[in-house]
């Protein structure tokens, strides 16, 4: 295959993906069939430059992702440190007779993520501007796919995402228990009396109100936990490797957070939230149906308060609704 019949072969793939993990996974494998690099990986790191995820590609087809003991090396902290003092787009840097190559893919305050190659020799021009103009339809294609999958008034993952989402993990093993003693939950967030703050102050407020939500949920759950805006004022998290106790400790830190925002004329914020445990033999209508039960009953029971489902099944107060995929023939 010619060099640009190549290049056109990896621009179509990134331009037919939907999904962004895919895209990620086209600009990894593209990368490597383009330089065959020692490593290739995307590394991202938290406002207070902390690393929150790591995603490399194996030597087969498979990414590996990482979202804890995130191995950052001091010349490798210097580096990204230089880039970010000197508002930089890349950096190449040579060191045990190796080459390290870092390209920003997306600088803002709540993150910053690169890519970073390392290669046994230096990229030619060529090659470094063939790299350079593919993470440039990378970052326009990403942008795209951001906008379709996203809410546009609070930047929250939107509902059409949502039922993706849960796709893929019956599909796959990214939600999968670490180990024995956690768990992955799903949580149904509702503000309280929403409908009192439209009426009241209306309709504009009300948005600020979600806005300022919002941004509570993405500062208090964890990098690697996913947030929706399931529609109006109701939310979804989907999180997982958490204990029961620490599941119920993030979710009560929430509804603390909500109440500490300040709005004029406005009665402090509350939430109620529902919660039920991921489980990948049981429809995710069947586990949202749970949710929403737990919801329920904190609204009943005071609002402003959290409900695990299978609380008030063991209390008597909600019938389990268990409906596995072998319990039924789908034609």
């Given amino acids: ?19 962004k993990e895919l895209l990620v996974f086209s600009l990894l494998k593209s990368i490597r069939e383009i330089l065959n690099p020692i490593r290739t990986s995307i590394l ?28 950052v090396s001091d010349s490798m902290k ?16 040579a060191h045990d007779e190796q080459y390290t190559s870092f390209h920003v893919l997306q600088q803002s305050r709540q993150q910053n993520q690169y890519l970073i190659i390392t290669l046994n020799n230096k990229p030619s021009r060529s090659e470094s501007y063939i790299i350079k103009g593919m993470l440039s339809i990378y970052a326009n294609f990403s942008s795209l796919l951001a906008e379709s999958q996203t809410d546009e008034l609070t930047g929250l993952m939107n509902r059409k995402t949502f039922e993706e989402s849960i796709v893929k993990l019956y599909q796959g093993a990214a939600f999968e228990d670490e180990n024995e003693c956690t768990s992955n939950w799903i949580a149904i967030i509702d503000l309280d009396h929403f409908k009192a703050i439209n009426d009241s102050a209306g309709h504009l407020y009300g948005d600020e109100v979600l806005i300022h939500v919002s941004r509570v949920l993405q500062q208090t759950f964890r990098q690697d936990d996913m947030l929706f805006r399931f529609g109006g004022e109701e939310f979804v998290a989907l999180m997982r490797g958490l204990t029961k106790s620490k599941c119920k400790a993030l979710l009560e830190q929430l509804l603390v ?19 039920c445990e991921f489980q990948k033999d049981t429809f995710h209508v069947t586990l949202m149906d749970q949710a929403d039960q737990a919801l329920y009953h904190s609204k009943e029971n005071g609002r402003n308060q959290v409900t695990f489902y299978d609380d008030i099944v063991e209390a008597g107060l909600a019938k389990d609704n268990n409906v596995t995929h072998g319990d039924i023939d789908l034609f």
């Fill in 44 to 71: 991202t790191l938290n406002g207070q430059d902390e690393p929150t995820s790591e995603i490399s590609l194996s030597n087969g087809d498979n990414c590996e992702y990482r979202y804890q003991d995130i191995n």
């Fill in 78 to 93: 210097a580096s990204l440190d230089y880039i970010n003092t000197w508002h930089l787009d890349e950096l190449m840097k």
């Fill in 257 to 275: 957070n909500v109440q500490s925002i300040v709005m004029n004329d406005l009665d402090p914020i509350t939430i109620s939230a529902g919660v």
């Fill in 1 to 19: 295959m010619s060099i640009s019949n190549n290049i056109l072969h990896h621009i179509e793939n990134f331009t037919s993906q939907r999904d």
